[in-house]
């Protein structure tokens, strides 16, 4: 403790002692004479400046802020002026809400006013279909044929880009493996294969002359030719004596097929062995289609060829061959089948394909949508992931095709060339599953500059799968002068499914064309629909509505009705006739017999239908829903007493058997529920059977009682049942035999 003292004592005499000094020093340095004590300021950064504005201050959206010719300046707190050289700014892409462009230097800030505008650019471009060809043999050329490039837009939309170049415009080698693809500055690139001119196979060119033989003959190949098969898809004559076959021996019922070798290529042929002579083909199943678009392949779904002998018996045969393997044209009229000497003709009808309407005369011309151009649409992605495309098999379409499967911003164009000032009526069948949408904001119709305004189609459909409900509507009548016009089709928010259009001519030049009539509709259903038998028609209140062909409308009262005579029980409707037009109006007749018997057969009545009137009920329902456990889910039952009838009709003499199909919860004898089975008050005998559930609550466990009603005579007959109580019945089965 004595020492830290002395320490402490030690350290304030030496401070002490150093205090005069350092006044000392301080009165040294300042001579002014006046005794003032000032010391010299460091100077600091104040602000800074932008003392020449950048070259560039007009921008688009997504470019990038660019100083080039901005020089910024530091401003310091003595007034001095030096350039700043290490600013900072915002490198990040501008949008069109930027004004201005903060630049920054130690702290301190400074700003750039800037203009940022939005401009429609494509940022990306990429192969949404590829090309129908991809390999290439040395020294051919690029096709781009069916590919489509898409462009992505900086406002968030796909557009089809059909003015792209490829890199390789001339004859193409080894090396070329890649194709690259550029609009403007974007590129983007597709995968190719090249290859040297080689064999892949061999094919039967024509078939030989016999085909069917008897068992022992020996195959003979005359008449039969080969060609070549080359990667480049080029077939060329192969000579048939360089090619061998297996089939040497006697034919025996097994030998089906003859197999042809040239080098490691192989290819076969199928014949007919029998043990009797061919003595004609014909066909077991026709083609399903026999109407065409020129340029279409001939469809052979459906076509089962039979070969048929001497003998009676009967074959399929499979390696027929036909008169057409090329594109059909509108000369084709028949497609020939031939097999062993015998053919089999089959006729076609081959239309022309038409993609743009020539208005000569007064006409209607229709286009098929299958047949349109779609360069300017997209196709739907999950289509596109499916492998599917814009034409598919619709379903009661005109020429069973349609366009489907677009996005919303594709369009579809039509030119029309008009030889003379016309008016014409375009008209289109689509359907669509999407329904009451407002159609003129969905999907734009128009002519030239023209907007058509489009009545409602009022689209429907029957069930959720329900694709195809096509309605036939009008698009609108236009003005059309001599020269060129384009329709177009567009669609903004929905895509209906497009099936087909229709340009009807009705005025070209100084011609006018007459409406016809198209179809007649129940504008109002008769005051009175329902009838007895024997009752006639009455078409009181009944409006009829003619449809032209230039979709007008006409209320017509001079119609007829092809029903005069007393109504029965097969009247589902009348006919309304009208020129050559006809229109059926429902109707309900109740006939006085639940049904009739014009031949030998079978009818089943359900039990839930008979003439309940005189029943009495426990308190329950007579008709009950009991699922899969009854004929037709439901059965009569909750009957405490009275009587049920059937009333039929025999159109001549029948032996006649009925089967009733009966249950109870109770162990009980059928007499103990029914009093008897009665026709024409006749009284049926039957066996007394014991009824009861197969287990507790079990009140469907049917038990089947035959009557015996023998021979009824021709005309009306009626089977009675009389009820104690308690039954459930399920269906009853006449049998009428002669």
């Not at 069109?96 to 800030?109: L, P, V």
């Not at 399929?316 to 031939?338: A, C, G, M, Q, R």
């Amino acid at each position: 403790m004595k020492r830290m003292k002395k320490i402490s004592i030690a350290l304030l005499g030496i401070a002490l002692a150093c205090t005069p000094v350092l006044a000392s020093c301080g009165e040294s340095d300042n001579n002014d004479g006046g005794g003032n004590n000032s010391q010299q300021e460091e100077k600091t950064l104040k602000s800074i400046e932008i003392a020449k504005q950048p070259t560039k201050l007009n921008y688009e959206v997504g470019d990038k802020f660019d100083p080039t010719g901005m020089v910024v300046n530091a401003i310091y707190s003595d007034g001095s002026k030096e350039e700043a050289k290490g600013y900072s700014y915002n490198k990040m892409p501008l949008s069109a809400s930027d004004k201005r462009i903060t630049i920054s230097y130690k702290g301190k800030t400074a700003y750039v006013d800037i203009s940022v505008k939005f401009v429609l650019k494509c940022t990306r471009i990429s192969i949404e279909v590829l090309p129908t060809k991809r390999n290439y043999i040395v020294g051919e050329t690029f096709d781009p044929t069916g590919m489509k490039v898409v462009g992505y837009y900086n406002d968030n939309t796909k557009k089809t880009i059909s003015d792209f170049k490829v890199d390789k415009t001339g004859p193409l080698t080894l090396k070329d493996t890649v194709i690259t693809i550029s609009f403007r500055e974007l590129k983007t690139t597709l995968t190719i294969k090249v290859e040297e001119v080689k064999v892949q196979g061999i094919e039967i060119s024509k078939a030989p002359t016999k085909l069917a033989y008897l068992v022992g003959e020996k195959f003979d190949a005359t008449g039969i030719e080969f060609v070549k098969v080359t990667n480049d898809g080029k077939k060329t004559p192969l000579d048939a004596n360089e090619v061998t076959f297996d089939k040497k021996e006697a034919l025996t019922l097994k030998d089906e097929l003859v197999t042809f070798t040239y080098k490691e290529f192989k290819t076969s042929l199928t014949i007919s062995v029998s043990n009797s002579k061919l003595i004609s083909i014909s066909f077991k199943s026709e083609p399903k289609k026999n109407t065409y678009y020129e340029g279409d392949n001939f469809d052979m779904t459906g076509v089962v060829i039979e070969a048929n002998y001497e003998d009676g018996s009967k074959e399929e045969i499979k390696n027929y061959s036909t008169s057409k393997t090329t594109k059909l044209t509108v000369e084709d009229k028949n497609i020939t089948f031939s097999f062993g000497g015998k053919t089999l003709v089959y006729p076609i009808t081959v239309k022309e394909k038409i993609t743009s309407v020539v208005v000569d005369n007064l006409k209607t011309v229709r286009i098929e949508a299958e047949h349109l151009d779609t360069s300017n649409a997209t196709l739907r992605q999950d289509f596109i992931d499916a492998g599917r495309g814009f034409i598919e098999n619709g379903k009661g379409a005109s020429n069973g095709q349609n366009i489907c499967g677009y996005n919303p911003g594709s369009k579809f164009s039509i030119s029309i060339d008009c030889k003379e000032d016309a008016e014409v009526i375009i008209s289109s069948i689509m359907s669509d599953t999407d329904i009451g949408y407002d159609f003129n904001k969905s999907v734009k119709i128009s002519v030239d500059d023209k907007v058509l305004n489009v009545e409602d189609p009022h689209f429907r459909i029957d069930r959720p799968d329900d694709f195809w409900h096509w309605i036939d509507f009008k698009l609108g009548k236009v003005s059309l002068a001599k020269g060129k016009h384009t329709f177009t089709i567009e669609s903004i928010s929905r895509r209906p499914n497009l099936d087909c259009f229709d340009f009807k001519v009705v005025k070209y030049a100084d011609k006018v064309a007459t409406k016809e009539l198209k179809s007649l509709v129940v504008k109002k259903a008769p005051t009175k629909t329902s009838y007895n038998e024997g009752e006639k028609f009455d078409k009181t209140g009944l409006e009829i509505e003619a449809l032209y062909d230039d979709y007008t409308k006409e209320t017509v009262t001079d119609f007829t009705i092809k029903e005069t005579g007393p109504l029965t029980g097969e009247n589902k409707f009348v006919t309304v006739q009208y020129k050559d037009k006809t229109v059926n109006v429902p109707i309900t007749v109740k006939s006085k017999y639940n049904f009739t018997v014009n031949e030998a057969k079978t009818v089943r009545f359900e039990a839930e239908d008979v003439d309940q009137t005189h029943l009495k009920s426990d308190g329950g329902p007579f008709v009950e829903n009991s699922g899969d456990k009854s004929s037709n889910g439901k059965n009569l039952g909750h009957i405490a007493g009275g009587y049920a009838t059937i009333k039929f009709n025999l159109n001549e003499e029948f032996k006649t058997t009925i089967k009733v199909l009966i249950a109870s919860l109770a162990h009980e004898k059928v007499s103990q529920k029914i009093e008897s089975f009665y026709i024409d008050n006749n009284k049926l005998s039957y066996e007394n059977l014991t009824l009861g559930a197969a287990k507790d609550n079990q009140y469907w466990n049917y038990k089947t009682v035959t009557l015996n009603a023998n021979k009824l005579a021709k005309g009306e007959h009626t089977f009675k049942i009389n009820f104690i109580g308690g039954a459930n019945l399920d269906y009853f089965e006449f049998s009428f035999a002669k």
